[in-house]
């Protein structure tokens, strides 16, 4: 059944994870929801103003070839890391002494030139943003009409602005990241008579306030299922992955897409139902998960337990062979190691599923509770496939 109802969108704060938001807003107009005004704080009040371009190639480009310079003037640290990695920090210290506060000046020049202002205004969409004085200690929280449109850069860099770089001026009174007040500024939406509301939250660093009342407020969250790295992660092939998985996640938090940790249309998981039952199921997906599957896709039933039938092989294979070239003891020496190798799968089969009748402790059995799903569910895809 289509959706009807018109919705306020909430984007939280998160440094370079906003990409997940990215994939999610892909995802919001691929279902035609209602968007009828959009509020973030700090990287959720950008994407909340690139997304009133309604460009998402635009914008989806633009977060994939990203660098570290693209964004502050900074020099001596590893981009392809988050910026507050061990390997960065005493560089970023030395860079923050040095400039009395890390200068941010390509945000604003990248802002200039990807936020067509005219759009910004135009669109029939409303935008609002929050940013945190120093001077008062209280939030800024305005509305786009509440902006002069020559004034929109700098409110949207006093949203942004992490309490690293310099602190923005507006109006002779400085300002740093709105996730300094409130991460996901939900309540700015409650009090303007939203009912419906959506939250694409991203754990950023920030706080976050209790909703300002919940009586007859919807609100349905899109939380990550994955973890999307560090606040200032420019490494590329994640940014993609956090595009595709704010997509698949949105997808799926509309029914439009089913799974426990991967990702099928309705169609295909409704094959797999046919088969398996849900606990083996989730089973299934646990292994694919210790197998290292590609995660951020949409799987057909047969790709999927063909792929994962295959990597089950594979490992079996490696697991045999390491148990015909050493005793059991020490194999048992091994144990970290081959469970972090993923042959954890094969050796709760061997301890446990090939004798049935074996007595573990409560212990051991709680430990490798979800190995030994996995490995019944896969007694089952064996099954089915032979």
Not at 93 to 101: E, F, I, V
Not at 112 to 135: A, C, Q, R
Not at 151 to 158: G, I, Q, S
Not at 212 to 220: F, P
Request: net charge positive; hydrophobic share 35%; with cysteine.
């Amino acid at each position: 059944m289509k959706d009807e109802k018109e919705y306020g969108l909430v984007l939280a704060g998160g440094g370079t994870k906003g990409a997940y938001q990215v994939g999610a807003w892909k995802a919001l107009q691929e279902l035609n929801i209602k968007i009828k005004g959009i509020v973030g704080a700090s990287i959720g009040a950008l994407n909340g103003a690139l997304f009133l371009q309604n460009d998402y190639a635009m914008v989806s480009k633009m977060y994939e070839t990203i660098k570290i310079n693209n964004v502050m003037k900074i020099s001596g640290v590893d981009g392809n890391k988050n910026i507050f990695d061990l390997s960065n920090i005493f560089n970023l210290a030395s860079n923050y002494r040095k400039q009395n506060g890390i200068d941010n000046t390509p945000l604003r020049k990248m802002i200039e030139k990807y936020i067509d202002m005219d759009k910004l205004y135009n669109s029939p969409i409303d935008f609002g943003l929050v940013t945190y004085s120093v001077k008062s200690r209280q939030p800024l929280q305005k509305f786009k009409n509440e902006i002069a449109k020559e004034e929109m850069v700098n409110y949207l860099l006093a949203s942004s602005c992490f309490p690293i770089f310099k602190p923005q001026i507006i109006n002779n009174e400085e300002y740093y990241d709105g996730g300094l007040y409130d991460s996901a500024p939900t309540n700015m939406l409650i009090d303007k008579g939203y009912k419906n509301i959506i939250l694409v939250d991203i754990a950023g660093v920030g706080l976050s306030r209790k909703l300002s009342t919940n009586k007859g407020i919807y609100l349905k969250i899109i939380r990550p299922s994955e973890d999307l790295g560090g606040t200032f992660d420019f490494n590329h092939t994640r940014i993609v992955n956090n595009i595709k998985l704010g997509y698949l996640d949105t997808m799926r938090a509309f029914n439009k897409l089913q799974g426990h940790i991967y990702y099928f249309k309705n169609e295909e998981f409704q094959k797999m139902l046919e088969v398996f039952n849900l606990e083996t199921i989730y089973g299934l997906e646990y292994a694919a998960q210790i197998y290292n599957m590609y995660k951020y896709r949409e799987y057909t039933f047969e790709e999927f337990i063909n792929e994962l039938y295959k990597r089950h092989r594979d490992a079996e294979r490696r697991y045999n062979r390491i148990k015909n070239d050493n005793n059991i003891l020490k194999i048992g020496k091994q144990l970290k190691i081959l469970f972090d190798k993923g042959l954890g799968i094969c050796i709760v089969n061997d301890l446990y599923m090939d004798r049935p009748s074996s007595k573990l402790s409560n212990y051991l059995l709680n430990f490798v509770k979800d190995y030994r799903l996995a490995a019944k569910s896969l007694i089952e895809l064996k099954n089915y496939i032979k």
